[in-house]
């Protein structure tokens, strides 16, 4: 079955105020947030950037999305998991201090943050799911409490998945700390010693105490590494190799068993929101922000499969060539193959041009 994609187009570098109306014009014609129902909870799940200069989505687009759940009386607020690294993501009080500083605070949105995973990451929820490699997965407890949800992604590269999208805005992005470590036990990161220059940043923000400074350069104990690849992100000397060849199926296919845990606990009550707009080559978790195609909309789908798999054609026929050289050089089609090939979301789409 071709799943329906709504897409509005935006010229580059649109004000957000005009794309955000022309979202708001979509959602009501299209009564696409007709599963609301009275007093519903709906959260919001975004991504609020790592710093003012990443590409995420900004707070106006997310003010318009609570609005619109509000006029049909539901109840949003906005959420998100802590991260495995270090940083000021990785609890509840600093991701939400974070959030305010990013201009996500309830005056600029109308809606509180309230983290989906508690205050240390590890309130969970084991949910069942007919995958290939698990029979369960470790999501954020919340998910299994609320009524509905507005997951608003913004499209980027990822030098392990290729790209993020929706798929890794729900797998990654709502499993718990558990769940998180289990999509990245196989990635293992070595030093390439002649490059490093002692700095320091991976041991200071390594999730895992496994980086320590020996009088030659940093060494990560194998055995400690959890494979979250934080040190080849906080690295401004490329002295960090990661064997991504080994690893990028493994990560992808474990992101998209997560999203089906997720999406099947809210089946008929949950939509998907992408922005393809300032699309970077890293994901919006980097502190700077390189663009790799002009912007090029919104689409809007209830099947997270379906509105990846259109964000990625559109992307690369706006780039004219293949996401990979205009972003990393890894097979980033697995998380769609994998989800079409377990059952996961329709295998087509229908793009409908509003
Ligand atoms: S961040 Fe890079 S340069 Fe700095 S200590 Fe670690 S590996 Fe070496
Ligand atoms: S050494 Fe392992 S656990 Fe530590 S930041 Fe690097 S990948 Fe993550």
């Given at each position: 079955m071709k799943e329906p994609v709504y897409f509005i187009k935006t010229a580059d570098q649109e004000p957000d105020d005009l794309v955000a109306g022309k979202l708001r014009k979509l959602i009501e014609e299209k009564n696409l947030f007709g599963f609301i129902e009275k007093n519903d909870m709906i959260a919001v799940k975004t991504h609020f950037g790592?710093?003012?200069?990443?590409?995420?989505?900004?707070p106006l687009h997310i003010k318009v999305i609570g609005d619109l759940v509000k006029e049909k009386k539901g109840k949003p607020f906005l959420t998100e998991t802590s991260t495995l690294?270090?940083?000021?993501?990785?609890n509840a009080l600093d991701h939400i201090a974070h959030a305010h500083n990013q201009g996500f605070g309830y005056e600029a949105t109308g809606m509180p943050v309230i983290m989906a995973d508690g205050l240390y990451g590890d309130e969970e929820a084991v949910v069942d799911v007919p995958g290939k490699l698990y029979s369960s997965v470790n999501i954020a407890s919340l998910v299994k409490k609320i009524q509905g949800m507005v997951v608003a992604s913004h499209f980027t590269g990822h030098l392990g998945a290729g790209f993020g999208a929706a798929l890794k805005n729900l797998g990654m992005g709502l499993s718990s700390r558990k769940g998180k470590m289990t999509q990245h036990s196989t990635a293992r990161p070595s030093i390439i010693v002649k490059k490093?220059?002692?700095?320091g940043m991976c041991v200071k923000w390594c999730p895992a105490e496994a980086v320590t400074l020996n009088e030659a350069s940093a060494v990560i104990d194998s055995v400690k590494c959890i494979g979250c690849g934080q040190c080849l992100a906080v690295c401004?000397?490329?002295?960090v190799g990661y064997?991504?060849?080994?690893t990028y199926d493994d990560l992808q296919k474990k992101v998209v068993e997560h999203a089906w845990g997720v999406h099947r606990v809210l089946e008929k009550k949950i939509i998907y929101i992408n922005y393809l707009t300032r699309i970077s080559k890293d994901c919006d978790c980097m502190t700077v922000y390189e663009k790799i195609v002009p912007d090029i909309g919104v689409l809007v789908s209830a099947d997270p499969v379906a509105i990846d798999a259109a964000s990625l054609d559109l992307v690369e026929q706006a780039g004219g060539k293949g996401l990979g050289d205009l972003a990393y050089d890894i097979p980033y089609r697995v998380q769609l193959e994998y989800a079409r090939e377990i059952g996961f979301g329709s295998d087509g789409y229908n793009l409908i041009e509003a």
């Open positions: 790592e710093t003012p200069k990443s590409g995420y989505i900004r690294y270090k940083g000021n993501r990785n490093c220059t002692r700095c401004r000397f490329d002295a064997n991504w060849g080994a």
